[in-house]
Nanobody, 121 residues
Framework: QVQLVESGGGLVQAGGSLQLSCVAS????????MGWFRQAPGKEREFVAG???????TSFADSVKGRVGISRDYDKTMYLEMNNLKPEDTAIYYC???????????????WGQGTQVTVSS
């Protein structure tokens, strides 16, 4: 199974920005649809954003639309650009391998270990 490692989290004030990165252990990373999820304390893990193999399809949760961008390079890294962060964005962010079905991102059981994002008010 492909190993996924997230990085880029940290402590930021509301209104600030962060860029999260997800690095795969194999170059075949570029063959996979990928996505980001997050989980806040006491809450279920929720979808944040997804991106197709070549980046021509992206999707976002309503809670982050207009504030988040997702991209991938031609090596083995996927990015989540987060802007105008809010305290409600505080969570552990996880990288995921998935697929698109009827324009809906469907996660697999392949997850990274997560990176903590904390947004202060």
């Amino acid at each position: 199974q492909v190993q996924l490692v997230e990085s880029g989290g940290g402590l930021v004030q509301a209104g600030g920005s962060l860029q999260l990165s997800c690095v795969a252990s194999k170059r075949t990373f570029l063959l996979y649809t990928m996505g980001w999820f997050r989980q806040a304390p006491g809450k279920e893990r929720e979808f944040v954003a997804g991106i197709s193999t070549n980046g021509d399809r992206t999707s976002f949760a309503d809670s982050v639309k207009g504030r988040v961008g997702i991209s991938r390079d031609y090596d083995k890294t996927m990015y989540l650009e987060m802007n105008n962060l809010k305290p409600e964005d505080t969570a552990i962010y996880y990288c995921n391998i998935g697929s698109y079905s009827s324009s809906t991102y469907r996660p697999s059981d392949s997850w990274g270990q997560g990176t903590q994002v904390t947004v202060s008010s």
